[in-house]
């Protein structure tokens, strides 16, 4: 029903730069929350950035000041410009979208398949 696609993702050094992009499609009402989680191997997803419909924004510590989510709510969009990579920073980034579907009354989480993003110390 719904189909979230990122884009963005690659390889850079560390202190580069890179922006990630989602678009959602299929039959959307509206978007509530939209965000970023990251992942590596052997560890928990976790939150790195979130948007709400309003714009109210929430970042993970360790990004704050080097990353900043925005969306575009007319094409059912978000991205995650990353500036100044870390090693740290190397991992799949997943999209996250919460969804009220056409026909339903309540949001359901979608997420996309991941980018991966490698940062080279």
């Known amino acids: 029903q719904v189909v979230l696609v990122e884009s963005g993702g690659g390889l850079v050094q560390a202190g580069g730069s890179l922006r990630l992009s989602c678009a959602a499609s299929?039959?959307?009402?509206?978007?509530?929350?939209m965000g970023w989680y990251r992942q590596t191997r052997g560890k928990q997803r976790e939150l790195v950035a979130d948007?709400?419909?309003?714009?109210?924004?929430k970042y993970l510590d360790s990004v704050k000041g080097r990353f900043t989510i925005s969306r575009d709510n007319a094409k059912n969009a978000v991205h995650l410009q990353m500036n100044s990579l870390k090693f740290e920073d190397t991992a799949v980034y997943y999209c996250?979208?919460?969804?009220?579907?056409?026909?339903?009354?309540?949001?359901?989480?979608?997420w996309g398949k991941g980018t991966l993003v490698s940062v080279s110390s």
């Open positions: 948007i709400a419909s309003g714009g109210v924004t």
């Open positions: 299929g039959s959307i009402r509206t978007i509530n929350h």
């Open positions: 996250n979208a919460d969804v009220r579907v056409d026909g339903f009354d309540y949001d359901m989480p979608y």
